[in-house]
Nanobody
Framework: QLQASGGGLAQPGGSLTLSCSTSGFILEMYAIGWFRQAPGAEREGVSC????????EYEDSVKGRFTISRDTAKSTVYLTMNNLKPEDTGVYYC????????????????WGRGTLVTVSS
């Protein structure tokens, strides 16, 4: 199971940290991806972290602002979002796939419920 949390309202330039709590599997054996879906838009990949070697990928618009990390002892993956912009608004989801990282949502099998992030002044 996966459960995203930590969303809320932030001002432009502000920060939020999302958490993806996992259970029922060994985190180091799977890649975890973060995705977001803005109103009226398709779901897009934001970042992912691979299983064994914790390799990270980021969508171009979030590079330098977002950081993905994990705490295997807590079975949790984090997405730290800095310098937030209004276009970062959306429902954020975490999802699981086999070992290797991908920002393609179609390759992910298990999804958690999303958490809403709103960036507005």
């Amino acid at each position: 199971q996966l459960q995203a949390s930590g969303g809320g309202l932030a001002q432009p330039g502000g920060s939020l940290t999302l958490s993806c709590s996992t259970s029922g599997f060994i985190l180091e054996m799977y890649a975890i991806g973060w995705f977001r879906q803005a109103p009226g838009a398709e779901r897009e990949g934001v970042s992912c972290i691979s299983g064994s070697f914790a390799m990270r990928e980021y969508e171009d618009s979030v590079k330098g602002r977002f950081t993905i990390s994990r705490d295997t002892a807590k079975s949790t993956v984090y997405l730290t979002m800095n310098n937030l912009k209004p276009e970062d608004t959306g429902v954020y989801y975490c999802a699981r796939r086999a070992e290797y990282c991908s920002l393609q949502s179609s390759s992910y099998v298990y999804w958690g419920r999303g958490t809403l992030v709103t960036v507005s002044s």
